[in-house]
Structure formats: structure tokens, C-alpha cells
């Protein structure tokens, strides 16, 4: 394999290899030190990060508001406190070592809050800030600010000269890099536009070799695009290593860090990344941002996909093909759908899908009474984490709602994300983890065919990064 050469980041020359930021409690300050330790850049996530009390203990993020609003600030303010402690974790288990960056996802509810106070309360622990998830335009004048690199994550080039020209350009000299993310092979949120297909991935390199065009144009040759989503072995990306075409290129590995001794994820999660099959994770809409997103086709996912293929298209007024009268609800309010969906309707019924939930797009879907019953206990308790929700028809401005209609096809992302990573004692992990989201890029099923994982191996970070380097 071609030898990689180290890289100045913030100051340091590091491995171009860096920990992807993964979520609620996934990417902490005990892996984004580990991985910071062992040269590269570790990535601690902002996105309501654990803070703990004086005994150790993760303090738990309990809402209180009696209004959307109201609870978000109290997210702001537990993801802050996280944010901090992760910091001041990953910092000290570095020793000085690497550098560590801080992700925030752009659309997460009160995200410029929350970064501009993790950086106030931790000067000096933080190398750089990572962003996506939306188009963050105002990363640049946050970077200007505390004089720390800032780095985008895009999917083509578009989206990058889109960002430049709007913002970016004031402030070229702290463009740390410009992270590629692939839309159809990283895992979470995905920026797959309207134009591309989801089930048709493309060729990364001549995406990425359109974003250096756009980044040459401006005169940033030099700076690195991060590749991420879907680097498994380096020897994979021989062609990119050391390319001229190309330029600086970093590799970023968000998946296989989830598989570490240093990794907070359950034991259970760990187990069932040694049994993914390809195909097991796949790119999905039923996120509540919108975005695609790719996670593990578990019984949770399964759940969602049915709820959308027990759906029937209603009006309030008969006619124009909407015929035959159906009762909505406890109050069994009058509505009509196509006469041919009837017998559809009358066989989910007799499996036990008994109510019907109203959905912005004049859709009816049905579910089991249990199942309706956390749909809308979860959309009643929505604390805002994100910008806008679709699921519960959150908006952060006022009035505080989008307008339309709770969407039941989606799901409360805070409370399954927060479940899945915070098993409480006792509980059946297999269970928990089958039963909520989990995201995976779609090489995660590598992991069962990959000789490095033999007989359920589970390296520590140390042992990850070393065998990485050897580009197998």
C-alpha cells in the first residue's frame, strides 16, 4: 500500500485519519480522545452529549417546560453541558496528542446555542468545528469568532460553491477542509438532493473530483477534502492516495469506530454489527429531518415500513373516486376512501391495526391501538431537538408549528436515539437495540467478513487505527 504522510490541523501535524461524528452519545470524549491519542482527529458529537454529576453518573435528560419551547431551551442546555464534559474528557486522554473536533448537525434544534456555548465553556479543548446536516452558512462567522478551523461536510460541489460564495469566501484562511460525505454510502443523515437516485450510487471519485474543480477555482488547491462514508481498508482508495488530480485527501471512518473496546455503544449493538449481511442497512426517508438516512433493517425499521405500506389515500367529501364512507377515531369522524381499499382496510383490521392516523399528505395509515397511542404521546411530548420536525409538526420560529399535520410515518428521533444508547440496568439489550434506531453506514456489514473482527474480536481504538494504517 502507498504510505500516507501527515497533515497539519490546527496546528499539529496529525494522521490524515479521522473518527466521524456519530450522534446522541456515540462519538464521546473517551473515543475522540482514544483516536485522538493514537494520532489522528477524534470527533466528539454535539448533539446532546452525556454531561454527568459529581459522582460520575450521566446526569438524565428529563424535560420539564410545559411548552415546545420551553423544553427545547432545556435541551440547549443539557446539549452545552455535554458538550463541555466531552470536551474536557476527550482532551485529557489525548495528553495533547492529535486534535480533537467537535460535530454539530446544522439542523438540530438551537445548534448555533449550542455550539457557540460548548466553545465558551471549553477555550482551548476544541481544534475545529465540523457541520452538516442542512447548508450551515453561518459555521464561518462562528469559526471567526474563536479563531478555530471550520469544516463543512457536503455532498458535491454544487452544494460547496453554494456555501462559498454565500458566506465562506469572508473567512477562506480558517477552511480547515471540506468534508465529502457520500449520500448513498455514509451512515445517518444522507444529502441526497431531488435530482439523485437513492437506490443508484455513483462513483465517488469523479463527485469528488468536481468538488477539488469548485475548491480550485477559489484558490484552495491545497485545502483537504475528507472523504467519508463508506472507507472501510484503505487499499481500497489507492488511486486517491497521493493523487495530483485530487490534492489532499483525508479518509474519515465513521462506522468502524463503532465497533471498539472504547465504543459507549451497548454490547448488544456491538453483537449485531458481527451479524449484518450486506443489504442489512440500507438508505431510508422516514427520518423526521427529512433527509434520507441509513441505519440497520431491524425490527424498528420494519415497523416504519409497515406503517407506510398500510396506507390509504381519504377525503372529507365523497366523489371523484372516494366512495365509501369510513369512520375516523374515537368519534369515528366520517371520511372517504377509494371503494377498493375497503377490503385492504378490512384485513389490517382483522390483524389488529384497528386505528387509523391522519397524515399531511390526505393519507390515512393504520396502526394497533398501543402503537397509536406512543405516536401521539411522543408527538405531544416533543422537546424540539430538531430545527423542524415533521413527526410532531415542529418549527423553531414562531409559531412554533409548520402548519401541517403531525406526521405518524415518522418517528421521534431524541427518544429512540437517547433509548438505544442509555439502556437502563436490567433490560433485555437484544431487545432495545432490534426495537430502536440504528444507524450504520452501508459497508457495516464488513464487520462479519473482515479477518481483523475473527471470533468476535473487538479491538481498542489504538489497535483500530494501527491496523488501518497497514491498509487492510
Excluded at 371523484?320 to 382496510?345: C, H, L, N, Q
Aim: aromatic letters at 10%.
Amino acid at each position: 500500500m502507498k504510505s500516507i504522510d501527515t497533515l497539519r490541523f490546527g496546528g499539529q501535524d496529525v494522521l490524515p485519519l479521522i473518527e466521524g461524528g456519530k450522534g446522541v452519545s456515540v462519538s464521546t470524549g473517551v473515543s475522540a480522545g482514544h483516536w485522538a491519542a493514537a494520532g489522528g482527529i477524534g470527533t466528539i458529537s454535539a448533539v446532546n452529549a452525556d454531561s454527568y454529576d459529581q459522582d460520575g453518573h450521566p446526569v438524565p435528560q428529563v424535560y420539564h417546560g410545559r411548552t415546545r419551547r420551553e423544553r427545547q431551551q432545556e435541551l440547549i442546555r443539557y446539549a452545552i453541558d455535554g458538550g463541555i464534559a466531552q470536551a474536557k474528557i476527550a482532551h485529557e486522554i489525548s495528553g495533547g496528542r492529535g486534535r480533537i473536533n467537535v460535530n454539530i448537525l446544522w439542523e438540530m434544534g438551537g445548534a448555533e446555542e449550542v455550539i457557540i456555548g460548548i466553545l465558551e465553556g471549553a477555550p482551548g479543548l476544541v481544534h475545529g468545528v465540523t457541520c452538516g446536516a442542512g447548508m450551515p452558512y453561518r459555521l464561518s462567522e462562528i469559526a471567526v469568532r474563536f479563531g478555530i478551523p471550520y469544516y463543512p461536510i457536503v455532498s458535491s460541489g454544487r452544494a460547496f460553491n453554494a456555501l462559498w460564495r454565500r458566506a465562506y469566501s469572508k473567512a477562506p484562511e480558517l477552511l480547515g477542509g471540506v468534508v465529502y460525505e457520500d449520500p448513498w454510502r455514509a451512515g445517518g443523515h444522507n444529502g441526497l438532493s431531488n435530482t439523485e437516485n437513492p437506490f443508484s450510487p455513483e462513483d465517488p471519485y469523479p463527485r469528488v473530483l468536481e468538488l477539488r474543480r469548485v475548491m480550485r477555482n477559489y484558490g484552495l488547491g491545497e485545502t483537504p477534502i475528507i472523504m467519508a462514508g463508506g472507507v472501510w481498508h484503505l487499499e481500497d482508495w489507492q488511486d486517491w492516495i497521493g493523487n495530483p488530480e485530487l490534492g489532499p485527501i483525508v479518509f474519515q471512518f465513521g462506522t468502524r469506530p463503532l465497533l471498539t473496546q472504547e465504543s459507549p455503544i451497548p454490547d448488544a449493538w456491538k453483537r449485531r454489527l458481527l451479524t449484518l449481511k450486506e443489504g442489512d442497512v440500507y438508505l431510508n426517508r422516514f427520518s423526521p429531518t427529512g433527509f434520507y438516512s441509513s441505519a440497520v433493517r431491524n425490527s424498528f425499521m420494519q415497523d416504519l415500513c409497515g406503517r407506510s405500506e398500510r396506507q390509504v389515500p381519504y377525503s372529507q367529501e365523497s366523489g371523484g373516486g372516494y366512495e365509501a364512507s369510513y369512520g375516523v377515531g374515537a368519534r369515528k369522524r366520517e371520511v372517504f376512501v377509494p371503494a377498493a381499499d375497503r377490503p385492504r382496510i378490512a384485513e389490517w383490521e382483522a390483524a389488529g391495526f384497528t386505528e387509523a392516523l391522519r397524515t399531511p399528505d390526505d393519507t390515512l395509515v393504520f396502526v394497533t391501538p398501543e402503537s397509536a397511542r406512543e405516536i401521539l404521546a411522543d408527538q405531544t411530548a416533543c422537546m424540539g431537538c430538531l430545527s423542524q420536525c415533521r413527526f410532531s409538526n415542529w418549527m423553531q420560529r414562531e409559531p412554533y408549528t409548520n402548519g401541517q399535520k403531525a406526521d405518524p410515518r415518522s418517528f421521534c428521533i431524541q427518544k429512540t436515539l437517547q433509548t438505544i444508547s442509555h439502556i437502563p440496568p436490567g433490560a433485555d439489550e437484544d431487545n432495545v437495540v432490534d426495537h430502536n434506531l440504528m444507524f450504520g453506514g452501508t459497508n457495516a456489514w464488513r464487520f462479519g467478513t473482515d479477518p481483523f473482527y475473527a471470533n468476535g474480536f473487538v479491538p481498542t481504538v489504538s489497535q483500530l487505527v494501527e491496523r488501518i494504517l497497514t491498509g487492510r
